[in-house]
């Protein structure tokens, strides 16, 4: 693994340990731990609304725009993994399995 690797994977680490500690904090002092007090249906919605918000950015073709809203919608999907006890090196996990794999043929064997 490169250094490069080394410190992208810190990021999600990072974030891992952030977020498991802000669903005990205050909802009072921190935004993510009010959606966590909301429960997963406020959690829903703004991954939702990050996703439309990623659509117009896209249509739009504003380069800046996209990176922010795919990194507001990176954010708060993460926010659902930890809601539901799941970390993030879980979906790298499974993003592995998938390279090499043609997506076709990935999907046709969800269906066995």
């Known amino acids: 693994m490169t250094n490069k ?3 992208k994977k810190h990021i999600f680490d990072s974030l891992d340990k952030i977020l498991e500690q802000r669903k005990t904090a205050n ?3 921190s935004y993510t ?3 966590f007090s909301e429960g997963v249906d406020s959690i829903l919605k ?3 609304e990050e996703a439309t918000e990623t659509v117009v950015a896209s249509k739009c073709g504003d380069n800046a725009a996209i ?3 795919i ?3 990176w954010f708060h999907t993460i926010i659902l993994l930890k809601y539901h006890g799941l970390k993030t090196d879980d979906v790298l996990k499974e993003l592995e399995k998938r390279l090499g794999l043609s ?3 990935e999907k046709a064997s969800r269906n066995k």
């Open 71 to 73: 990194a507001d919608l």
């Open 67 to 69: 990176i922010h809203e």
């Open 33 to 35: 731990a009010k959606l």
């Open 5 to 7: 690797d080394n410190i």
């Open 103 to 105: 997506g076709i043929n």
């Open 27 to 29: 909802p009072d002092e």
């Open 46 to 48: 703004k991954v939702s």
